[in-house]
C-alpha cells in the first residue's frame, strides 16, 4: 500500500500517540509547511483518502476516529513497531503479582487499563504512553527510553485486591514517588469514578515531578532540573540539508511544545504548593519557573505582545523573600534564591551576592553552584572571577548534556558581554554542534553585529520585524540590562540592536530599549 507524503505524516501521528486525540493544530504542524495553505480542509481530505486506503468506516471506525470539534483519534491499538519502550515518553508497567490473585486478577487488571487510559490523558499533547504488563528497567538505557515507569504490585489481601503503584525513572529504576490502595470490590471508586483515578494519578506524576527536579543530589543546576523532570524530549530532527524556512517552523514548533510543558509544570507545582503550603523549596522551584518563562520563552511571548513582566517579577518577590529565611542552609536553594533577587533589579544586588557566594562555599555540589555563581560575577563586573567558575564546570558534566549546554550557554553570554570574540568563536561551535537549530536562536543574541558570518546573516533574514523585537526585548530582559558595568551591558545588547536598526530602522527600537543604552543608539543611528 502506497501513501503520499502528507498521508505518511498524519498516518504516523495518529499511530504514534493511539487513543490520544491528534487535534488539528498539530495535524497541520505535521502536514503543512511555511508558505503553504493551513486550511483544515486540507486535513479533512488527507484522513478521507487514508481511510479509503485503510477499507476504513467513519461511522463505525476501526482505525481512524472523528472527535468532533477536537481532531481525529487513532483507535486500533498501537502498531507492533510502537511497542518498544525505547519510543515511548512513559510507561506503564510492569504489573506484578497477578499469577498470584486467582478470581481476583481481573479486578487488577481492570485496575491497570483503567490507570492506563487515565494517565494519557495526564501528560501533554503529542506525548505517548505504552502499556507493557511485562516490561523491565532498562539500566544504561538513558536518554535512549521513556524518562519513567509506573509500576504496578498486586497482592491479595482478606479478599480484597491491594495495589502499590511506584513512578520510577526508568533506566535506574530509582523511586520517585508511591502510593497504596485497596480495591475492595468492582465499584471501587478508582474504577467506577475518573475524577478519583485522576486525582490518585495527578499526586503520583506531581510527587514524582517534585522528586527529580528538586533532587539535593543532582548535577545540575534547579532551572535544568526542573526542565528535565517533565516528559517533554527536545525533537533533534532537524538537518542542515533542510531550508531554512522549514528550520524556522520546526524552532516554532518546538517553543510551543515547551510552552504546553511549561503550563503543565505550572500547574503541577501549584498543585505541590496547595498539598504543602509551608514548603519553602517549592516557592524557590515556583519562583525559579517563572524566570524560566523568559530564558525559554521570552523572545516568543513578547513577539506576540505578550508582556506579563510586573505581575511575573511581584510573584517572583513574594515567593523568593518568603522562602528565604528556610533556604539559606540548602545551598542550591539559596543560590537560585540570589539569582532570581538579582534578575529582579529591586535593590537586592549586594544582599544577593552575599548569599551567593555563601551557598557556593557550602556547596556540596559544585557542577549545580558554578555556572550560577559564575554568571552572578560575571554580571557583578567580575569577568575574571565569572570565566574560570564555568571552565571548571564544562570540565566535569558530560558534553552535549542539558548541565553542559546550561553551562556553555552562560559562557557565551559571559563572552559576549566582556568582548572576548575569539574565545566566543570556539564557545558556539561547541553551541552549535548540538543542534542546526541552534544559530536560528542564538546567532542573533551572540553573533558578531559588525562581521555577521553566513549563520548569523541567515538567521537575521529569517526573522520578522516581530520576531526580531522579541528578540532585542529578550535579550535586555534577560540578559544585558543586568549587567552592573555598562560596556558590558552595551556589549550584550549590541547584536540585537544593531539587527533591528539596520534592517527596521532606530524608529523600530522600543523606548525603554532605547533609553537605556544611549551610547549604542549613538553608534547605530
Not at 517534585?210 to 538537518?239: C, I
Amino acid at each position: 500500500m502506497r501513501f503520499t507524503r502528507s498521508e505518511a505524516r498524519a498516518l504516523a501521528l495518529l499511530t504514534r500517540h493511539p487513543d490520544r486525540i491528534s487535534t488539528r493544530e498539530m495535524l497541520l504542524d505535521a502536514l503543512t509547511e511555511v508558505g503553504s495553505d493551513r486550511s483544515e480542509r486540507n486535513i479533512d481530505f488527507v484522513i478521507n483518502r487514508l481511510r479509503r486506503k485503510l477499507a476504513d468506516n467513519a461511522r463505525s471506525p476501526r482505525f481512524i476516529a472523528t472527535r468532533y470539534g477536537e481532531g481525529y483519534v487513532w483507535v486500533a491499538g498501537p502498531p507492533a513497531m510502537l511497542r518498544d519502550p525505547a519510543r515511548a515518553d512513559l510507561l506503564v508497567g510492569p504489573l506484578n503479582g497477578l499469577d498470584m490473585l486467582g478470581t481476583l486478577r481481573p479486578r487488577a487488571e481492570r485496575f491497570a487499563k483503567t490507570l492506563h487510559e487515565v494517565v494519557k490523558d495526564e501528560i501533554p499533547d503529542g506525548q505517548s504512553v505504552i502499556f507493557m504488563p511485562d516490561a523491565l528497567p532498562r539500566a544504561g538505557t538513558a536518554g535512549q527510553g521513556p524518562s519513567k515507569m509506573i509500576e504496578l504490585t498486586f497482592f491479595a489481601e482478606d479478599g480484597a485486591v491491594h495495589c502499590v503503584t511506584a513512578v520510577k525513572q526508568f533506566d535506574t529504576a530509582r523511586l520517585l514517588s508511591v502510593g497504596r490502595v485497596g480495591l475492595e470490590d468492582d465499584g471501587h471508586a478508582l474504577l467506577t469514578d475518573p475524577a478519583a483515578m485522576r486525582g490518585f494519578i495527578r499526586r503520583l506524576l506531581n510527587e514524582a515531578w517534585h522528586a527529580k527536579a528538586g533532587a539535593t543530589d543532582a548535577d545540575a543546576p534547579l532551572p535544568v532540573s526542573m526542565y528535565t523532570a517533565g516528559f517533554w524530549k527536545m525533537d533533534s530532527s532537524a538537518t542542515a540539508t533542510e531550508s531554512l524556512a522549514k528550520l524556522t517552523a520546526k524552532a516554532e514548533s518546538i517553543d510551543r511544545k515547551y510552552l504546553t510543558e511549561w503550563r503543565q509544570s505550572e500547574r503541577r507545582i501549584i498543585e505541590l504548593q496547595d498539598a504543602a503550603p509551608e514548603d519553602a523549596s517549592l516557592r524557590i522551584m515556583h519562583a525559579a519557573h517563572l524566570h524560566t518563562k523568559y530564558i525559554m520563552l521570552g523572545h516568543k511571548l513578547f513577539a506576540d505582545g505578550v508582556d506579563e513582566r510586573a505581575a511575573d517579577e511581584a510573584a517572583i518577590e513574594a515567593l523568593v523573600t518568603s522562602a528565604l529565611p528556610n533556604v539559606q542552609d540548602t545551598p542550591d536553594l539559596a543560590i537560585m534564591a540570589a539569582k532570581l533577587l538579582h534578575f529582579l533589579d529591586r535593590g537586592y544586588d549586594e544582599l544577593a551576592v552575599g548569599i551567593a557566594e555563601q551557598a557556593y562555599r557550602a556547596s556540596l555540589s559544585v557542577t549545580s553552584t558554578l555556572p550560577l555563581i559564575g554568571q552572578l560575577r560575571a554580571f557583578m563586573g567580575r569577568i575574571d572571577a565569572a570565566i574560570p567558575c564555568i571552565e571548571q564546570v564544562l570540565q566535569l558534566l558530560e558534553p552535549g548534556s542539558r548541565p553542559y549546554l546550561y553551562a556553555l550557554t552562560i559562557k557565551c553570554q559571559i563572552l559576549v558581554a566582556s568582548g572576548n570574540r575569539d574565545a566566543l568563536g570556539d564557545a558556539k561551535r561547541q553551541l552549535y554542534s548540538v543542534s542546526v537549530l541552534a544559530p536560528l536562536f542564538f546567532e542573533p543574541l551572540f553573533g558578531d553585529p559588525d562581521n555577521p558570518t553566513l549563520r548569523g546573516r541567515l538567521a537575521s533574514r529569517a526573522m520578522s520585524r516581530r520576531m526580531a523585537l522579541g528578540c532585542l526585548k529578550h535579550a535586555d530582559y534577560v540578559s544585558a540590562r543586568l549587567f552592573a558595568v555598562e560596556e558590558h551591558r552595551n556589549n550584550a545588547i549590541h547584536s540585537p540592536l544593531a539587527l533591528v536598526c539596520r534592517r527596521f530602522g532606530p524608529e523600530a527600537v522600543p523606548p525603554e530599549i532605547a533609553a537605556r543604552y544611549p551610547a549604542m543608539m549613538a553608534r547605530l543611528c
